[in-house]
């Protein structure tokens, strides 16, 4: 596809929506990047605001247990605590108790769902995602989106941003923002302004805990986050949700609203475009390179491990030629499957030894230009001393992984079962 005279890959994303459960994938050249799956019962977390009441103040952690309603406490940090401007925060912090106390009640929003054993983490750093926009009540200061490049209109948009807030307000310019008029900006932080309002006039009279605010559903996310101009069309296989998102999406744009296709036939429209194929492929602990090299991750509560190798690939009679080949095509799926697969953390990436400096650069240079589309902040620290090229990625939700599948009843979670003849060993607990 071609944009502003650039050669462009092919974005799509495919909605199905059968026997109650929401499923988006997103496609960059028929290849499966991202994928959400919801059902009514299990939508997510993050984002959502509560009214909660303080259960326990740990001052040797400077952090506190706050009851929102869930399983399992939330925990909040002083750093949540305190004022979310960096040049507010005190040079040094005071104890957490004279902020906070036992009993008291707070407004709370979630940063990270819970996961394993842990509870949910929040924040009093309040921030409300629009289209154009992200707001934030008690931030005081305007950002922009670093992947608009242009110096120029950076500085455009964050004039307008500062010229629209109001004395404490913060707000951030969204990358899809990016030569939109100001009146498009002003109607996003109205309707979010009057979000929170509403927000802070619910809490008034909810009774701690209780919900005050929920994030969209997974579809709704995904359309005010990642349905761009450069997205070529959305398909999606129910003609009532459909008519609607095109009436919703045309109040936004006018050509993005023609983008949307409405699929009728009998098969399931992620069967068609072989989303269900490419996602159990990438759930593997091995995967293929497409020159016959092969990945193999391994994850363990700490880390994620990525070993790559040749495997089939034996390139031509230069062995160093044949390593850098490899290494780059394995950087280009390692970006695209943590994307996938969600996976969050510390990533740790064995490439094949590589004799050129030279090559070990293009190799950190690939990843970092295939992080550029992953919409989750990740980025490659660089080179360890034993070699490893090591990652970290923003988590915030359980993975993929964890989504789709759970521990095997019959090895525990190690992925292994007894060997012959073994079958009356008793597992430790």
């Excluded at 707070?106 to 926009?133: C, D, M, N, Y």
């Excluded at 008519?243 to 045309?250: G, K, M, T």
């Excluded at 988590?395 to 007894?418: H, N, W």
């Amino acid at each position: 596809m071609r944009r502003g005279g650039e050669l462009t890959k092919l974005k799509q994303i495919i909605v199905q929506c059968r026997d109650g459960e929401t499923k988006v994938a997103l496609l960059e050249d028929r290849a499966l990047t991202e994928y959400y799956t919801e059902r009514p019962t299990e939508k997510q977390l993050i984002g959502s605001v509560y009214k909660g009441k303080v259960a326990n103040v740990l001052p040797g952690m400077q952090a506190a247990f706050v009851d929102i309603g869930l399983d399992k406490n939330a925990f909040l940090y002083i750093d949540d605590v305190l004022p979310a401007h960096l040049e507010k925060i005190p040079p040094v912090k005071p104890p957490i108790t004279d902020l906070i106390r036992p009993g008291q009640e707070l407004i709370v929003q979630v940063a990270k769902e819970p996961l394993g054993t842990k509870g949910a983490r929040i924040t009093t750093h309040f921030s409300l995602p629009g289209r154009w926009i992200v707001y934030m009540p008690g931030a005081d200061y305007v950002g922009v989106s670093r992947k608009i490049e242009s110096e120029e209109e950076r500085q455009r948009l964050k004039q307008a941003a500062e010229t629209m807030r109001l004395p404490g307000e913060g707000i951030i310019v969204r990358t899809v923002a990016e030569n939109e008029p100001l009146e498009a900006l002003e109607r996003d932080l109205n309707m979010l302004r009057s979000e929170w309002n509403g927000i802070r006039k619910l809490a008034e009279t909810s009774p701690a805990p209780s919900r005050l605010f929920r994030e969209p559903g997974v579809l709704d996310r995904v359309v005010r986050d990642a349905f761009t101009d450069q997205v070529d069309e959305l398909i999606i296989d129910d003609a009532v949700m459909g008519e609607s998102l095109i009436r919703r999406v045309r109040g936004i744009s006018e050509e993005l609203a023609g983008r949307i296709r409405i699929y009728r036939g009998a098969e399931p429209v992620q069967e068609v475009y072989g989303i269900r194929d490419q996602l159990e492929r990438a759930m593997r602990r091995k995967v293929w390179l497409p020159n016959g090299g092969y990945l193999v991750l391994d994850r363990t509560e700490a880390l994620t491990v990525v070993d790559v190798n040749t495997g089939k690939y034996t390139g031509t009679d230069d062995p160093e030629a044949t390593v850098f080949t490899t290494n780059l095509q394995a950087a280009d799926e390692i970006a695209r499957l943590l994307r996938l697969r969600d996976i969050g953390g510390i990533v740790l990436v064995d490439f094949i030894d590589m004799a050129s400096d030279e090559h070990r650069a293009d190799v950190a240079a690939r990843l970092e230009e295939a992080f550029r589309r992953d919409r989750t902040k990740t980025f490659a620290v660089g080179w360890t001393k034993l070699g490893l090229m090591e990652i970290t990625r923003k988590k915030a939700r359980e993975s993929l992984d964890e989504a789709l599948f759970v521990p095997c009843a019959s090895c525990g979670g190690t992925g292994k079962v007894p060997a012959s003849g073994q079958a009356g060993v008793r597992r430790r607990k």
